[in-house]
């Protein structure tokens, strides 16, 4: 089974703190995403990383950035936390070639004060 | 870049009854059309997926159907069964990446 894990399920930052979100896969996959959820928007593409060191902006980039150095892992970064960053963050990845598959991580909710 | 619309956004059927959940998309490039549910707590899982190759898809009680000309393709639930109570997302490619863009996600309830 494909696993892909999301480091910590439940965060609660400050406003303005930096902010680590870890997600690692066992499948050797190349593709790795980060999505963001809220109610009614969806899932909405931050970054994604198709290798390593290689990352590409997704939707909503802004106040975020991302760190690929191992295959395995994928990285979000908040570098100075916002109150409208409050949001369930879902890490995702894929092979290549592309199946159309994507396997997710069980999200990360994260509580900006 | 591809944009996805998803409708509508809750549905509540009796159970037995039939759910059908319609999406529209704008690359007319997109070749692939995902659909994800995501039971309470739980992350996104595929359930079925067509390829643009193909007009109609089924896979027992769900089937897609996809309609090129007028770029929408819907999911069908037939029979509909409480533990079929979920969100479900529609997808599409992303122009020539392996990224996907989600639909805003349909809220289904079942009523026993």
């Known amino acids: 089974d494909v696993k892909v894990t999301q480091s910590s399920r439940y965060l609660v930052k400050r406003t303005g703190e930096k902010v680590f979100l870890e997600c690692v896969q066992d499948m050797d996959h190349e593709n790795m995403f980060w999505y963001r959820q809220d109610p009614g928007l969806g899932l909405r593409l931050i970054y994604f990383s198709y290798d390593v060191k290689m990352k590409e902006k997704g939707d909503i980039p802004e106040g975020y950035s991302v760190s690929r150095e191992k295959k395995e892992r994928f990285s979000l970064i908040l570098e100075s936390a916002s109150t409208n960053q409050t949001s369930m963050y879902l890490c995702?990845?894929?092979?290549?070639?592309?199946?159309?598959?994507?396997?997710f991580g069980e999200g990360s909710r994260l509580t900006v004060l | 870049g591809e944009n996805v619309e998803q409708h509508p956004s809750t549905l509540s059927v009796q159970e037995g009854d039939s759910a059908v959940i319609k999406c529209t998309y704008s690359d007319s490039a997109s070749n692939y059309f995902p659909w994800y549910k995501q039971e309470l707590g739980k992350r996104p899982q595929l359930i079925i997926d067509i390829r643009s190759n193909v007009g109609e898809k089924k896979d027992q009680r769900i089937a897609v159907t996809l309609n090129k000309t007028a770029k929408h393709f819907s999911l069908h639930i037939t029979e509909t069964q409480p533990e079929d109570s979920a969100v479900y997302f529609c997808?599409?490619?992303?122009?020539?990446?392996?990224?996907?863009?989600f639909g805003t996600g349909t809220r289904l309830q079942v009523f026993p």
């Open positions: 997808a599409a490619p992303g122009g020539n990446t392996d990224k996907l863009i």
């Open positions: 995702a990845s894929s092979p290549k070639p592309h199946t159309g598959e994507l396997f």
